[in-house]
């Protein structure tokens, strides 16, 4: 008996200790909600005409709640706008909107009324897991999306988020896709700097959206050139654009007070300030600093920060009348950009300052990609700067924000559903990116996929697409060791007819060249390296069938690469590299972007990886070469997997073989010990 008790009791140890050890510490951060007419621009009139405007469809929104007192968003229940949803803060069954938020997100997707959203005819869920619209926990985020799935909701729209990776929250993703539940995400109001996208965006399950410029009066964009070099620069608000650009000898202006620019020869000049004052608590508006430039003649004026980064300023204050107009054009700059041109103005130096609209400009806010080096985020980018929509009190709203372009894309999917009411989540994800429209910077180059993804939401062309591409992106990596490589993209077609769409690769050919061919229902794509330069370069694949899609190439030329070789779910790796070698650190991630394992080998020892399922895996190899790290990249595809092997619990290999032999150790004492005292 005190045998048995003592396995029992061992058993549990072994099991408790596993646990422990599995459980990942996270903590919890609030999770911000990112505050932020439009449709006709991304093309909603030619579905509308034919009678398709989401009918049918329910949309969740996950958000502050929404306010259905609305005359464009009226009646909560059965017959109502909003059929149902809860309150996760009140936890009632009135997910009433106090913040706007909610309801500024619901309007652009379904408001029917004095305006009209995306996807007029669908109706919203609506669940409330914020009040103040600045943070919202994680669980209730969860809670939300299960009870989403579980209303019968066939679009997520989550304008909110983390600014990094949340498991429970990309959990709760993964489980609403696998019930065929298409997710939509904002990308985050993070940018312009890279890296900056948090889940949910990062899921890789998710569209995830960024925000452009939409009408012609909401999308002046600036630009700064000297000797050759482009400067990032931003108009600000209340400047009009430019009939011509503005050229002239840059000087500095300290603050831009008037006591700055006595005695100075400004006229004609490009006057440079910084933003702010060097008096205490004194408020020195922009647009004194511009009214002081332009008063000692300046034909210009750029302002930098005083602080890391860049900002949008605006001349609007409660100081100027409604009669005040810049006589001048004005714009903003980073500090470092400003302190770089400080630097060189002692050499007269010159530059031209334009002002003009560009729509598809991807806001300098929108969070920027990549997370991960397996997929493209974002997906796509949609309108999300002054977008008018309904807000709360009967009223309406002008805001901006990537939580305003996300619904405009969850409206989209509503139409596309109630066409095609089979269509798969990834089928939906591949249709509304492939259709988008490439979009480009101010000087006409485009945009980096990391910045805009494929491009800007075009529902037209979504509406009318046949052809279905899976993957919707290309990513290769090419190495002294591999010079080539061939990726399949599966093809498939609504109508169920046979794919047969013209192929154009746009690439540059200096550096690769590309071949295609179709076979079935495959298109194969292979890459050749012409110029052994290592760095990322892209462009895209054009099918033409009944309209042009398009999709992203990311290639990648390292000096070395990784193979990695499959035996029925056991992985062995093998790296090559020009420079002497002493160490790698090898992971392996699965569809989910989760990391399955990581083993670490030398030149002269190598560890297996085990998988325990079929499906792509991506490989990352972090190589020691001398006294630098370089990182190589590989995919491979495990048909079949060992299901024999040691189960899959979350722990890696090593670490579940030390545990193993601990509770080995310790039920063998345990036996020894029982036999003693016998």
Same mark, same amino acid.
């Not at 997707?109 to 004095?114: D, M």
């Not at 000049?269 to 004194?282: M, P, Y």
């Not at 924000?401 to 994800?429: C, D, M, W, Y």
């Given at each position: 008996?005190?045998?048995?008790?003592?396995?029992?009791?061992?058993?549990?140890?072994?099991?408790?200790?596993?646990?422990?050890?599995?459980?990942?510490?996270?903590?919890?951060?609030?999770?911000?909600?990112?505050?932020? +007419?439009?449709?006709?621009?991304?093309?909603?009139?030619?579905? =509308?005409?034919?009678?398709?405007?989401?009918?049918?469809?329910?949309?969740?929104?996950?958000?502050?709640?929404?306010?259905?007192?609305?005359?464009?968003?009226?009646?909560?229940?059965? =017959?109502?706008?909003?059929?149902?949803?809860?309150?996760?803060?009140?936890?009632?069954?009135?997910?009433?909107?106090?913040?706007?938020? #909610?309801?500024?997100?619901?309007?652009?997707?379904?408001?029917?009324?004095?305006?009209?959203?995306?996807?007029?005819?669908?109706?919203?869920?609506?669940?409330?897991?914020?009040?103040?619209?600045?943070?919202?926990?994680?669980?209730?985020?969860? +809670?939300?999306?299960?009870?989403?799935?579980?209303?019968?909701?066939?679009?997520?729209?989550?304008?909110?988020?983390?600014?990094?990776?949340?498991?429970?929250?990309?959990? !709760?993703?993964?489980?609403?896709?696998?019930?065929? %539940?298409?997710?939509?995400?904002?990308?985050?109001?993070?940018?312009?700097?890279?890296?900056?996208?948090?889940? *949910?965006?990062?899921? *890789?399950?998710?569209?995830?959206?960024?925000?452009?410029?939409?009408?012609?009066?909401?999308?002046?964009?600036?630009?700064?050139?000297?000797?050759?070099?482009?400067?990032?620069?931003?108009?600000?608000?209340?400047?009009?654009?430019?009939?011509?650009?503005?050229?002239?000898?840059?000087?500095? #202006?300290?603050?831009?007070?008037?006591?700055?620019?006595?005695?100075?020869?400004?006229?004609?000049?490009?006057? &440079?300030?910084?933003?702010?004052?060097?008096?205490?608590?004194?408020?020195?508006?922009?647009?004194?600093?511009?009214?002081?430039? !332009?008063?000692?003649?300046?034909?210009?004026?750029?302002?930098?920060?005083?602080?890391?980064?860049? @900002?949008?300023?605006? &001349?609007?204050?409660?100081?100027?009348?409604?009669?005040?107009?810049?006589?001048?054009?004005?714009?903003?700059?980073?500090?470092?950009? $400003?302190?770089?041109?400080?630097?060189?103005?002692?050499?007269?130096?010159?530059?031209?300052?334009?002002?003009?609209? =560009?729509?598809?400009?991807?806001?300098?806010?929108?969070?920027?990609?990549?997370?991960?080096?397996?997929?493209?985020?974002?997906?796509?980018?949609? *309108?999300?700067? @002054?977008?008018?929509?309904?807000?709360?009190?009967?009223?309406?709203?002008?805001?901006?924000?990537?939580?305003?372009?996300?619904? =405009?894309?969850?409206?989209?999917?509503?139409?596309?559903?109630?066409?095609?009411?089979?269509?798969?989540?990834?089928?939906?994800?591949?249709?509304?990116?492939?259709?988008?429209?490439? %979009?480009?910077?101010?000087?006409?180059?485009?945009?980096?996929?990391?910045?805009?993804?494929?491009?800007?939401?075009?529902?037209?062309?979504?509406?009318?697409?046949?052809?279905?591409?899976?993957?919707?992106?290309?990513? &290769?990596?090419?190495?002294?060791?591999?010079?080539?490589?061939?990726?399949?993209?599966?093809?498939?077609?609504?109508?169920?007819?046979?794919?047969?769409?013209?192929?154009?690769?746009?690439?540059?050919?200096?550096? !690769?060249?590309?071949?295609?061919?179709?076979?079935?229902?495959?298109?194969?794509? +292979?890459?050749?390296?012409?110029?052994?330069?290592?760095?990322?370069?892209?462009?895209?694949?054009?099918?033409?069938?009944? %309209?042009?899609?398009?999709?992203?190439?990311?290639?990648?030329?390292?000096?070395?690469?990784?193979?990695?070789?499959? +035996?029925?779910?056991?992985?062995?790796?093998?790296?090559?590299?020009?420079?002497?070698?002493?160490?790698?650190?090898?992971?392996?991630?699965?569809?989910?972007?989760?990391?399955?394992?990581?083993?670490?080998?030398?030149?002269?020892?190598?560890?297996?990886?085990?998988?325990?399922?079929?499906?792509?895996? $991506?490989?990352?190899?972090?190589?020691?070469?001398?006294?630098?790290?370089?990182?190589?990249?590989?995919?491979?595809?495990?048909?079949?997997?060992?299901?024999?092997?040691?189960?899959?619990?979350? &722990?890696?290999?090593?670490?579940?073989?030390?545990?193993?032999?601990?509770?080995? %150790?310790?039920?063998?004492?345990?036996?020894?010990?029982?036999?003693?005292?016998?």
């Amino acid at each position: 008996m005190k045998h048995a008790r003592f396995l029992v009791f061992t058993f549990f140890v072994i099991i408790i200790t596993v646990v422990i050890f599995s459980v990942k510490i996270q903590t919890d951060p609030l999770s911000e909600v990112f505050l932020d +007419k439009s449709a006709k621009y991304v093309g909603v009139q030619h579905p =509308h005409r034919l009678g398709f405007d989401g009918t049918g469809i329910k949309v969740a929104v996950i958000d502050t709640g929404v306010d259905y007192n609305h005359t464009d968003i009226s009646g909560f229940g059965p =017959h109502g706008k909003v059929v149902g949803g809860y309150d996760f803060v009140e936890n009632d069954n009135f997910p009433q909107d106090t913040n706007g938020h #909610g309801t500024e997100v619901a309007g652009i997707i379904a408001a029917n009324g004095n305006l009209k959203g995306v996807s007029p005819g669908a109706r919203i869920l609506a669940y409330r897991v914020s009040d103040t619209g600045n943070g919202v926990s994680s669980d209730l985020i969860v +809670k939300a999306i299960e009870k989403a799935v579980s209303d019968g909701a066939k679009i997520i729209n989550l304008s909110l988020g983390v600014n990094r990776t949340n498991d429970k929250i990309d959990d !709760a993703i993964n489980y609403a896709f696998g019930k065929g %539940v298409v997710v939509v995400a904002a990308a985050g109001n993070s940018g312009p700097e890279l890296k900056t996208i948090g889940s *949910p965006g990062q899921d *890789p399950h998710t569209i995830t959206v960024g925000a452009t410029y939409n009408n012609i009066t909401a999308s002046l964009v600036a630009t700064l050139e000297i000797d050759g070099k482009r400067f990032q620069v931003i108009p600000m608000v209340g400047i009009k654009p430019l009939s011509s650009p503005v050229s002239g000898q840059i000087v500095f #202006g300290k603050y831009g007070k008037e006591s700055d620019l006595q005695g100075m020869d400004v006229k004609d000049k490009i006057l &440079l300030v910084q933003r702010g004052s060097d008096t205490k608590n004194e408020l020195l508006y922009f647009s004194i600093k511009e009214k002081n430039a !332009a008063n000692y003649g300046a034909k210009a004026i750029i302002v930098y920060n005083s602080e890391s980064g860049i @900002f949008l300023g605006d &001349l609007n204050n409660k100081i100027e009348g409604p009669d005040y107009k810049p006589r001048i054009p004005i714009v903003s700059m980073s500090l470092e950009d $400003g302190l770089e041109l400080r630097a060189i103005l002692a050499n007269k130096t010159v530059g031209t300052i334009n002002a003009f609209y =560009h729509p598809d400009f991807v806001s300098f806010f929108s969070s920027r990609g990549p997370v991960s080096p397996f997929y493209i985020k974002p997906d796509l980018v949609a *309108p999300g700067v @002054f977008v008018n929509t309904t807000s709360i009190h009967n009223r309406y709203n002008l805001t901006s924000g990537t939580s305003f372009a996300a619904p =405009h894309v969850s409206g989209a999917v509503a139409i596309l559903l109630q066409k095609n009411p089979n269509l798969k989540p990834e089928q939906i994800r591949s249709i509304i990116s492939t259709s988008s429209d490439p %979009v480009s910077d101010m000087y006409d180059n485009p945009f980096p996929q990391e910045i805009s993804g494929a491009g800007r939401l075009n529902v037209t062309k979504a509406f009318d697409a046949n052809l279905i591409i899976n993957p919707y992106f290309a990513i &290769l990596d090419l190495s002294p060791f591999s010079k080539s490589q061939t990726v399949k993209i599966d093809l498939d077609t609504i109508d169920h007819t046979m794919p047969n769409p013209k192929i154009h690769i746009k690439f540059d050919e200096k550096i !690769a060249k590309f071949e295609h061919w179709i076979n079935g229902s495959s298109l194969y794509i +292979k890459a050749n390296m012409i110029q052994n330069k290592t760095g990322q370069y892209e462009g895209a694949i054009i099918l033409e069938d009944r %309209v042009i899609q398009h999709i992203p190439i990311l290639l990648r030329i390292a000096e070395g690469d990784v193979i990695t070789t499959d +035996k029925n779910g056991q992985l062995d790796f093998t790296v090559n590299s020009q420079k002497e070698w002493s160490y790698a650190k090898i992971s392996v991630f699965n569809d989910d972007d989760r990391l399955v394992n990581s083993a670490s080998i030398t030149p002269t020892k190598s560890t297996s990886i085990i998988v325990q399922n079929p499906g792509k895996y $991506g490989i990352q190899a972090e190589v020691k070469a001398g006294k630098e790290t370089v990182i190589f990249y590989n995919t491979i595809i495990v048909r079949t997997a060992n299901q024999s092997n040691i189960p899959d619990i979350g &722990l890696p290999e090593r670490q579940l073989i030390i545990l193993v032999g601990i509770g080995f %150790v310790i039920v063998l004492a345990g036996l020894i010990m029982s036999r003693k005292r016998s």
